[in-house]
């Protein structure tokens, strides 16, 4: 069974940086495309990055374009978010995901594998 599990966040000043990991379990790492996900209080998910298995392919959301970046440690089932120039709007609560769904093919409603959460605070 597919186990997902966040850390690294945390409470930082806007402007700052942070930086959030997925640890993967249960199944071949490889295998997975993996995102990025974020809930702020009273607003619904929206995603917020993804990368592909080999890390050539990325995509992100237009508002964190240029700020965050994704990226993955295949022999440590490992995917970073680096999140930099944060703003008050990035507090959130963010969700890493998985899908063994081909790149190609991909939908952000194809992620079947989430962790729990991991808690992001911007304070300005």
């Known amino acids: 069974q597919v186990h997902l599990a966040e850390s690294g966040g945390g409470l930082v000043q806007a402007g700052g940086s942070l930086r959030v990991s997925c640890t993967f379990s249960?199944?071949?790492?490889?295998?997975?495309?993996v995102g990025w996900f974020r809930q702020a209080p009273g607003k619904e998910r929206e995603f917020v990055a993804t990368?592909?298995?080999?890390?050539?392919?990325?995509d992100y959301a237009d508002s964190v374009k240029g700020r965050f970046t994704i990226s993955r440690d295949n022999a440590k089932n490992t995917v970073y978010l680096q999140m930099d120039s944060l703003k008050d709007e990035d507090t959130a609560v963010y969700y890493c995901?998985?899908?063994?769904?081909?790149?190609?093919?991909?939908?952000?409603?194809?992620?079947?594998?989430w962790g729990q959460g991991i808690r992001v605070t911007v304070s300005s």
């Open positions: 249960g199944s071949t790492f490889l295998n997975y495309v």
């Open positions: 995901a998985a899908t063994s769904r081909s790149w190609a093919y991909i939908t952000r409603n194809d992620y079947n594998y």
């Open positions: 990368i592909s298995r080999g890390s050539a392919n990325t």
